[in-house]
């Protein structure tokens, strides 16, 4: 017999696209662009400090990865949190976090001040990312839920054009703190998410608190009027790594993990430096590297919304490998031609931005397939473990750029073959253990088999 749960979820993933799903999209997703914008921020204040404090490319590589570490941290930390007490106060609470560190980064004196502020701001921005793609995933009808997914991803790359702008006309004419100061203002928009952001109508079933659940659902614009009464399903345990790992979801953990790691790894080492590479290695000037960086950034948009036609045409699989596939291609040529000595702007340009949109392309399908792959009661935890091991690639990539371009010597080229090689691993794991979820619903995606072959 059905039950009120089953009718509300079915209702859920049948219902179809309506102005409730596009306005909860663009809620959170100007949360993911503010959050883009401050990471975005820190790739060009860093070059002005970095001249500022007399910075070797090892510290500015240190400056980078401590803060994706703090990712790290509030990844793990947001996405267990966001199984227990909900999608929405964690998204909250996150947004408040590291707007307000970021404002108390203007008021750093020192290298190591530095360091601590930017771990805390990464604790925030780690952990409203899995969060936020957790939330649109639940809400979103079984048809359309990849392309609601990408495109609330799509506003990362807003958020990095808007870190740009700033980049480019306030950090050479007015400083690096006024910066700092400008990323503290989405502090303000919490107040229109707590006004505008209903919870996740599937974490309350699963807290068994089916009234608010069906409150939460109409506001969506889902009214499950037909209800046959039964007993209410029983709440599920909150997930733990430990159910990670079993046998139902061990290959999809595994999976995830190598493409988060792969893809963190590669975009946060090759985009975070980037401005530094130009005038440092190629000897641009500040505010002609930050406008070649907003030009390569402004391909991130045609990446996002073809990457958001695609997936559900082509499936979530061949369209995240055909991506990966052509963002290694475009990286090795980007190193070799776009940054080689003898290189044209126009050359620059062009490999700098099919690099872009190639890989924020991807990235769309990774935070759409992701949440996908596991059931709600540990939806949140495996996303954000997922983003977390993600981080720790963060962590090493930035690192590991400085090292190569400052203590090893060893050019630009090295760099982007090394980011080349890991984005063509990451497509074989994608295409060897993924599994595709094109049309099903959340609940049948996270119960299909997953030890099927390729």
Known sequence: MATETHTLQHELDVQPLGPGHRRITILAGLGWMFDAMDIGLLSFVLVAIAREWD?????????????LFGMFVGALVAGTLADRVGRKPIMLATLVLYSAATGLTALAWGYGALLVLRFITGLGLGGELPVASTLVAEIAPARHRGRLVVLL??????????????????VPQYGWRIAFLLGALPALYVFVLRRGLPESPRFLLRQGRHDEARLAAARIGVHADVVIEDDPMPTEKQGTIRQLWTAAYGRRTLMLWLLWFGMVFSYYGIFTWLPQILTSELGYGLQTSFGFVLIITLAQVPGYFSAAALVERWGRKPTLVSYLLGCAVATLLFGLRGLGADASREELLLWGSLVSFFNLGAWGVVYAYTPELYPTAIRGSGTGWAAGIGRVGGIVGPYLVGLMLGTWNLGTFAVFSMFAAVLLVIAVDVWCLGEETKDQTLETAAAAPAFETA
């Not at 910075?55 to 803060?67: D, E, F, N, R």
């Not at 991803?153 to 306030?170: K, N, P, T």
């Open 153 to 170: 991803e799509s506003f990362w790359a807003y958020g990095w054009i808007l870190a740009a702008i700033i980049g480019y006309l306030v």
């Open 55 to 67: 910075l070797s490319q090892a510290q500015v590589g240190t400056a980078i990865s401590v803060g």
